[in-house]
């Protein structure tokens, strides 16, 4: 099939699913009270509406408010070669949530008194010469104001993936990317959202253990929740079942609002390490929330710290959690997923969770575009 009649037939198939309200998981709830027949209708039409705008193929989608209803819904196409849609049961490439994760390791670390927030990067031997090393402390990489360059805005980092998507990155590699664009501020004095943070805080979690970032990760939070089908990949593989991701043909440089039609689903997750590399699927992250809101895996005083959001020209971000008004979490992008997963501070409160199969898209964040949409339906019922 030529690739312009492939475009044509792609964007009338996500017509037809739209107008269809297909979905291979019955819209519904994990066991819990539904909400209202009204509110389930007002929801399906925010999410069909959104899913339309930007052009989503599929969606996976759960909403909790506890004592007022709860609801799940799959739509549209989870997998384009099959024309199949997705499941609550599908792994996905959660991407930047994986931050979470990575910043609890860190302040449990923090915790057993391994590290100080207030330790600078010059404390550490990483491989690597960071510059203003000596100045740069922990919090700094917590809380995106290490003024460093953020390797995923260099053009050739996303050339060089492209081209092989499934080779394997070491974080050397891309924090050497970073590095040869020398800083971009004087640390702590302003907020900069920055993947190089990430991998910066993984590369030290791997000095002070011993053991690979995933391996503490796995031992720390995924074991001890019972998270079953989450996981910190190395391999380029998706574990089965998976909704497929997709993006644009072009991207660097090119237009990224046409159909999605290229599935990045198999791509490697090292070039991303503990900056966005984890799988995870809708149930787990439901969890993960729970326990991150709550604080059960820190102490009260690194739990508080996690939650404080006083950085500079910023109160967006905390220590690895994004502030969302009444809600705490974070979104996440990567080629072929865009997800957002927010709650509300204390645990076993109102929760919002959206996987999509497509990025890039028309607009950065489509997925908080959902999580937008589905709070102005629930918003009375959380108020009540």
Known sequence: MQPRIFHVFLTCLLLIFSALGVSSCSTGTSGGQPFSQDVQDKLNKAVDAKRVEFGVPGVIVGVWVPGKGEWISCKGVGDIGTVTGPTIYDHVRIASITKTFTATVILQLADEKRLKLTDTLDMYDLGV?????????????????SGLFNYTNDENFWSKFLADPTAAWTPKQVVDMSIAHGVVAPPGQGYDYNNTNYVLLGMIIEKLTGNTAGTEIKSRIIDKLGLQNTSFPTAAEMPVPFMHGYMPDS???????????????????????????????????????QALASGMLLSPEMHKEQLTFAS?????????VMNGGIFIGHSGEITGYNSSAYTQAGGNSATIIVFTNRYPSKIEGVADQFTSAIYKVIEELIQK
């Open 312 to 320: 500079p020209n910023t109160s967006s971000y905390g220590l690895g």
């Open 251 to 289: 991207v660097i440089g090119g237009d990224t609002s046409g159909p999605a039609v290229k599935d990045m689903s198999v791509e490697s997750p090292t070039p991303f390490f503990t900056a966005g590399c984890m799988i995870s699927d809708l149930m787990d992250i439901k969890t993960w929330l």
């Open 129 to 145: 010469t960071v510059p203003n090393r000596d100045k740069i402390t922990i919090r700094n990489l917590l809380n995106m104001t």
